[in-house]
Each structure stands twice: as C-alpha cells, then as structure tokens.
C-alpha cells in the first residue's frame, strides 16, 4: 500500500484543517488506518485510527471532540478533520496502515511521509 498525506498548512489556533490520505496498491479496505503524528523532539504518537469498515473509531483522549477519522473505501481514501486546533496540535502528521485494529505504531506496515500542520497562536 502506497499512502499519501495532504492538506496540512499554517492557521491559527481555533481554525479547522483537513487532512486527507491517498491510498494506492493493495486492496485499501482490508487494512486498519491511522493518522499519527511528530512534533519537533518528540515521538511519534498515535492520534485517530478506523477500522477497515469505517464502523469503528479511535481517537487519542487529547483530540476527541475535536478531530474526526472518517474513510471512504470506494475513493481509497481516510480523512481526518481537525477542528478548534490548538498550537500544540502543530507536527507532522503521517497516515499509515496496519492489517488489525491497533494504536501501537509498530504494527503499522506502511506509511505516508507526512503533511506539516503549524497553528499559531
């Protein structure tokens, strides 16, 4: 699977953004999806992850109410809204696919290489 992030830019705290991830190669809707994010000198973390369905949803306890996972199998396709975002939501942010249901990043067979998300303040 082949991933491409996008749709990441500059915007001040309280504005909304979205991102959207492009899949290509393998068949998209067998794998789990999850968008992850870096922040300068800090590891990569796990921010929202679907279920290959769509039917089920994860998001890190930082975001919820704000961020929404969503997908669309028939585009090879996995958005995430960011809504009221704050300054410290500003990192590179990475989608990925993983073949089950998991947060951990090292179950994560392949990745995009990232869209950079700056909210200032």
């Known amino acids: 699977v082949q991933l491409q992030a996008s749709g990441g830019g500059l915007v001040q705290a309280g504005a909304s953004l979205r991102l959207s991830c492009a899949a290509s190669?393998?068949?998209?809707?067998?794998?789990?999806m999850g968008w992850f994010r870096q922040a300068p000198g800090v590891e990569r973390e796990y921010v929202a992850a679907i279920s290959w369905s769509g039917s089920s949803t994860y998001n890190r306890d930082v975001v919820k109410g704000r961020f929404t996972i969503s997908r669309d199998n028939a585009k090879n396709r996995v958005i995430l809204q960011m809504n009221s975002l704050k300054p410290e939501d500003t990192a590179v942010y990475h989608c990925a696919a993983a073949p089950s249901l998991t947060t951990r990043r090292d179950l994560y067979d392949y990745w995009g290489q990232g869209t950079l998300v700056t909210v200032s303040s």
């Open positions: 190669g393998r068949s998209f809707n067998n794998y789990l």
